[in-house]
């Protein structure tokens, strides 16, 4: 399964919470949904306390319906206390690359 829609999250925890953010972040997988080909959460090297998630689907209306469940809304709710500010967030085309198991 490919993915034709893409998600692009930067964040910054505040101060002493990025490794609960990380957490909670990793605690989200959506292993179980096939229709998310690609979930990945990246720590910046620079600054610590920013962190990047990129996902991939298999389409915008997977995505939605993925955002739209009850238990990733309390998950959204529980990350927003931990970022000095709000997330910048890019929706974004694959157009190719390569990810390995």
């Not at 998310?36 to 996902?55: K, M, N, Q």
Request: aromatic share 4%; with cysteine.
């Amino acid at each position: 399964m490919s993915a034709t829609h893409g998600f692009q999250a930067t964040m910054r925890a505040r101060d002493g919470t990025s490794e609960e953010l990380i957490h909670l972040l990793l605690s989200g997988t959506p292993t179980s949904n096939p229709d998310c080909v690609l979930y990945l959460v990246c720590r910046s090297v620079g600054d610590p306390s920013v962190i990047h998630v990129t996902e991939g689907w298999t389409t915008r209306d997977a995505h939605a319906e993925h955002f739209a469940r009850e238990e990733t809304k309390a998950l959204v709710a529980r990350i927003g206390p931990l970022l000095v500010d709000a997330a910048h967030y890019q929706d974004v085309v694959p157009v190719g690359g390569i990810l390995r198991e």
